[in-house]
């Protein structure tokens, strides 16, 4: 088995990806938290886009973006995540792309300003949910059903900030008319790759990150 050494920032969602998947894997691997605010020249050196996550391989090969860092992941360790099958393939990595989406949907209701943005960013969100809902298959919980996949380990961080914005500001009532969501996220968010995927007292930090953007979440939250 190669060394696995991910480079990470400690609220990213991308990187949550890989620490779920290594974490259901049971694959050990080292971690690097960076200050995204600061970027370390030898960071800016390894990443081309400058962005976290990136992978280092036995040291010496370094692989960025999650999503191929995912797949990367799962064809060289034990289980496969993604169906055989080119076409159901193909389906689970094009839903992989729309979570990247739905995490942006979800970055822009954290820090929207006012009452507006946040509106606005949640109509988003709601959009990319429905369509969640629809490919969702009826005896779930996981979007290929019984057993977790990459578009689960994908899609997990950005349905975590969903809760974590929902028990902020109870009014979102986020998953009104989405049971399969709701399954979904509940059974996702229970799983102790998921849990253990952010490191301890980061959603306390979350919190206070909130409070110094004065978002306005955070806002109606202190008000509330
Ligand atoms: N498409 C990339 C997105 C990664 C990404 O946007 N990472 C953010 C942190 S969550 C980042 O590194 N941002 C740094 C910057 O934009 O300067 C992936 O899936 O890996």
Same mark, same amino acid.
């Given at each position: 088995? =190669?060394?696995?050494?991910?480079?990470?920032? @400690?609220?990213?969602?991308?990187? #949550?990806?890989?620490?779920?998947?290594?974490?259901?894997?049971?694959? =050990?691997?080292?971690?690097?938290?960076? %200050?995204?605010?600061? +970027?370390?020249? &030898?960071?800016?050196?390894?990443?081309?886009?400058?962005?976290?996550?990136?992978?280092?391989?036995? %040291?010496?090969?370094?692989?960025?973006?999650?999503? !191929?860092?995912?797949?990367?992941? %799962?064809?060289?360790?034990?289980?496969?995540?993604? =169906?055989?099958?080119?076409?159901?393939?193909?389906?689970? *990595?094009?839903?992989?792309?729309?979570?990247?989406?739905?995490?942006? $949907?979800?970055?822009?209701?954290?820090?929207?300003?006012?009452?507006?943005?946040?509106?606005?960013?949640?109509?988003?969100?709601?959009?990319? /949910?429905?369509? /969640?809902?629809?490919?969702?298959?009826?005896?779930? =919980?996981?979007?290929?059903?019984?057993?977790?996949?990459?578009? %689960?380990?994908?899609?997990?961080?950005?349905? #975590?900030? /969903?809760?974590?914005?929902?028990?902020?500001?109870?009014?979102?009532?986020?998953? @009104?008319?989405?049971?399969?969501?709701?399954? &979904?996220?509940?059974?996702?968010?229970?799983? @102790?790759?998921? +849990?253990?995927? /952010? *490191?301890?007292?980061?959603?306390?930090?979350?919190?206070?990150?909130? $409070?110094?953007?004065?978002?306005? !979440?955070?806002?109606? *939250?202190?008000?509330?």
């Amino acid at each position: 088995m =190669p060394h696995f050494k991910l480079v990470s920032f @400690e609220r990213c969602p991308y990187v #949550q990806r890989s620490v779920t998947l290594l974490r259901e894997k049971g694959v =050990p691997f080292d971690i690097e938290y960076i %200050d995204l605010s600061n +970027k370390p020249d &030898w960071f800016l050196a390894l990443s081309p886009l400058g962005k976290v996550p990136v992978l280092v391989v036995d %040291d010496e090969t370094v692989l960025f973006e999650s999503a !191929v860092i995912n797949e990367y992941l %799962d064809a060289v360790t034990e289980g496969r995540m993604l =169906p055989e099958d080119p076409l159901e393939r193909a389906r689970g *990595r094009a839903w992989i792309e729309l979570s990247s989406t739905f995490f942006i $949907d979800v970055w822009k209701m954290q820090i929207a300003a006012d009452a507006e943005s946040l509106s606005e960013a949640f109509a988003g969100a709601r959009e990319r /949910l429905t369509k /969640l809902e629809e490919a969702l298959p009826e005896d779930g =919980p996981y979007f290929y059903g019984a057993e977790l996949s990459l578009v %689960d380990a994908a899609t997990a961080p950005g349905l #975590q900030r /969903l809760a974590w914005m929902d028990a902020l500001d109870p009014s979102l009532d986020a998953y @009104e008319g989405l049971p399969r969501v709701k399954r &979904w996220s509940d059974a996702l968010l229970a799983r @102790e790759s998921v +849990k253990g995927s /952010l *490191r301890e007292g980061t959603y306390e930090r979350f919190l206070d990150w909130l $409070d110094a953007r004065e978002s306005w !979440v955070s806002r109606a *939250r202190r008000a509330a």
